[in-house]
């Protein structure tokens, strides 16, 4: 489906797999779940959805839920074993308990299903990222922490070129905006003292960066598009698993998770 948000990132995906062993297991499940969100995408913008439904302050579109079963399958024929497992546990789910959590999730709260957020938070993300593309972005102050069209966390840190340098950007993990952000400042806790701001990179991984605080202890990836052009941030990000398991060996946090749970 050439046009799509989904089209380079799929693309991308499919040749990090294989230039990579260790990342070929996550990208092939991701492969098959950003097919699924692409199709959904096509199917919800193509819809006949109001403006006025179409909102982060508003409870999810009512036909959405309907989907569901069909991405549940999905997983279940690309999943790793614990999520296939849940996902065949959901199956005989009614749709209120599907439309109910992804409320739950929609608004920002946990509710009080054990279910692993992964089902609800990749469902929704082709959603989410429609959701943002028509909505017009009121120039309020808000927190530039946290994304201001959903006000979701961070998942990536982007750095794109700009005259000699690069300009950094924050990546949403939800609905995949981007904002402005300064260079030299913890997007955890705000933290602007450049030596409690270490910043590592490791061989085989020239384009990205893990951006780490020492006084909150957290840590963010940032994919360098001044380094490599062709790099899809939110793929790269997930293609990185061992600069996660550095980062955490050495007792940093992830800020947020990606799509993926890592």
């Excluded at 990132?9 to 996550?26: P, Q």
């Excluded at 939800?174 to 260079?183: I, K, S």
């Excluded at 840590?219 to 899809?232: H, M, P």
């Excluded at 698993?241 to 992830?254: C, F, H, N, T």
Aim: proline share 7%; hydrophobic share 35%.
């Amino acid at each position: 489906m050439p046009g799509t948000p989904w089209r380079k990132r799929i693309d991308r995906a499919e040749k990090l797999a294989e230039k990579n062993e260790f990342a070929g297991e996550i990208l092939g499940f991701y492969i098959a779940i950003s097919q699924f969100q692409e199709d959904l995408w096509v199917r919800l913008k193509d819809a006949s959805i109001s403006r006025e439904e179409l909102s982060f302050q508003q409870p999810v579109w009512p036909g959405l839920a309907e989907h569901f079963p069909a991405f549940l399958s999905v997983t279940e024929g690309y999943g790793p074993a614990a999520t296939v497992a849940a996902a065949r546990e959901l199956q005989g789910r009614s749709d209120d308990f599907f439309t109910t959590n992804l409320n739950e999730f929609w608004a920002g709260r946990d509710g009080n299903d054990p279910t692993d957020p992964f089902f609800w938070r990749a469902f929704l993300q082709p959603y989410a990222e429609l959701v943002r593309l028509r909505t017009r972005l009121e120039k309020v102050p808000h927190t530039p922490c946290i994304c201001p069209y959903c006000s979701r966390k961070p998942g990536a840190g982007v750095l794109r070129p700009l005259g000699d340098g690069g300009q950094r950007f924050l990546l949403c993990s939800f609905c995949m905006a981007e904002w402005e952000f300064r260079r030299i400042v913890c997007p955890s806790c705000g933290e602007e003292d450049h030596a409690k701001l270490p910043v590592y990179r490791a061989e085989g991984f020239d384009h990205l960066r893990v951006e780490c605080c020492d006084k909150c202890k957290t840590y963010l990836k940032t994919v360098d598009l001044t380094k490599d052009g062709l790099a899809e941030p939110v793929v790269d990000e997930i293609a990185s698993v061992p600069l996660d398991l550095w980062a955490q060996e050495r007792g940093y946090s992830k800020l947020q998770t990606n799509i993926m749970q890592l």
